[in-house]
């Protein structure tokens, strides 16, 4: 095994094999640290998983008593360990950025009108339409990359930059391709963001039937029977005015169902009923939720199996909109998660400032932030039983902190990169 030891502080975030916390649980991560003693943290260098935890000298002599032999030992004086963070909501797969638009967007115009003149999403698909494999893979890796110096062990991440059949095979390829590499430094669970924009002169409710009749069942194929996008696991829509109507994402999202996890953008910019919608298609995510409605929140709060809300901080600053009703959401006992949602709009791949703003932007705690960006994210995955809290028998995706106490990843803005020391996804230091 290998022992992480001598931490100041260890943060498990859950400790009794719960998949998620809803409302006010998320208040109470579980966080060892005793002054005068420290903590430790012991895994399999095959498996990959967690063997043992706890104070140091503890840990250590379970281990003797148990015939282990320690062959390596990481040394996190001074250091928190914690769970790596989990973002629940990226694009990562991209060729073109949008600085331009960030002056027009300062300048006042609006992300619909960008976006109706042909700019936005549609820019990107042209940008990345152009770019070849070699180039989109290397963005991806270097976006990758930086997610891990961040601290980020597992990333949601969407194709959705194609809209043709052909473009968004490709771009879920180059995802699988990334997910299957063993030395991809982030675990990934690849979305296929399958009705993100209407491709220009095509009428909304035509393309989502084309989409629901002919792409997703390509996909479905090519995920089951040729094994080439096997990593594919969810599925995604943009249920939004002037993109696709709660009807037409349904019938997108329900051709996919139950194969794929329905993950869907929701009442970002108006209220669609993206989230009832969510709810009623037994979508696990909904995301964005700026607009959502009293319904959409009762209906997300419902149960264990209700969407997982994932809260997306960046966006609503950089489009000004108001902030989503995450105390709302949280005093009525959803399951509140958090993503970067990197995509050309929102360039950011830093959870401990997504946290940060979800903190200062939309009100949570510190306690709720870390709920929201750990074991919440998992389950907005569905994986959950395998990663986003430190647990014997769990991936040992953790990370560790320079800083006396686990809250320094949300209060030290800016500074994630050198605040995260080390990374270690599925067993391996990053
Ligand atoms: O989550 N809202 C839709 N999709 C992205 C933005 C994509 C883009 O603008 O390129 C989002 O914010
Ligand atoms: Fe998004």
């Known amino acids: 095994v290998t022992l992480v030891h001598s931490a100041s502080q260890l943060v498990q975030v859950v400790a009794d094999g719960r998949t998620r916390l809803r409302g006010s649980e998320m208040r109470h991560p579980v966080v060892h640290g005793e002054p005068g003693i420290n903590y430790a943290l012991a895994f399999d260098m095959a498996s990959g998983r967690i063997v043992d935890l706890g104070p140091t000298a503890a840990v250590e002599s379970r281990l003797q008593a148990s015939g282990c032999t320690v062959q390596t030992r990481v040394d996190a004086t001074d250091c928190v360990i914690m769970p790596g963070f989990v973002d629940a909501h990226t694009h ?255 360039h950011c791949l830093s959870m401990p400032l997504i946290g940060h703003m979800a903190c200062v932007d939309f009100g949570l705690s510190m306690e709720e932030a870390l709920a929201a960006c750990t074991i919440n994210a998992a389950a907005a995955l569905g994986l959950s039983d395998q990663t986003g809290s430190l647990e014997v028998g769990k991936l040992a995706d953790f990370v560790l902190l320079r800083a006396p106490r686990w809250e320094h990843a949300f209060y030290q803005v800016g500074d994630s990169d050198s605040l995260v020391k080390l990374v270690c996804c599925g067993g391996r230091l990053v």
């Open 92 to 346: 990562p797969v991209w060729a073109g950025d949008r600085v331009h638009e960030f002056a027009m967007k300062l300048a006042g115009a609006t992300y619909m009108d960008i976006h109706a003149a042909g700019g936005g999403i549609h820019f990107t698909v042209r940008e990345t339409a152009r770019a070849t494999d070699r180039e989109l893979a290397d963005l991806l890796s270097s976006r990758l990359a930086s997610m891990s110096r961040h601290g980020t062990t597992l990333a949601e991440v969407k194709s959705g930059y194609g809209l043709t059949l052909d473009a968004e095979l490709r771009l879920l390829q180059l995802l699988c391709d990334a997910a299957a590499d063993p030395l991809c430094p982030v675990r990934l669970s690849v979305t296929y963001l399958a009705g993100h924009a209407v491709p220009p002169g095509r009428d909304s409710a035509e393309f989502a039937a084309e989409v629901a009749s002919e792409h997703v069942p390509r996909v479905l194929a090519e995920r089951k029977i040729s094994g080439r996008l096997s990593a594919v696991r969810q599925i995604d829509v943009f249920c939004e005015r002037g993109v696709l109507n709660a009807a037409e994402s349904a019938r997108i999202l329900e051709a996919a169902l139950p194969d794929l996890r329905g993950n869907v953008h929701a009442d970002e910019l108006s209220d669609q009923d993206g989230a009832a919608m969510a709810c009623r298609s037994g979508a696990a995510a909904a995301s964005h939720l700026e607009f959502v409605s009293e319904s959409g929140i009762s209906a997300m709060a419902s149960n264990d199996c209700s969407p997982v809300a994932v809260l997306l901080p960046t966006t609503a600053r950089l489009l000004h909109l108001p902030a989503p009703p995450a105390r709302r959401m949280i005093d009525s006992g959803c399951a509140v998660g958090l993503g970067s949602d990197f995509n050309p709009n929102a």
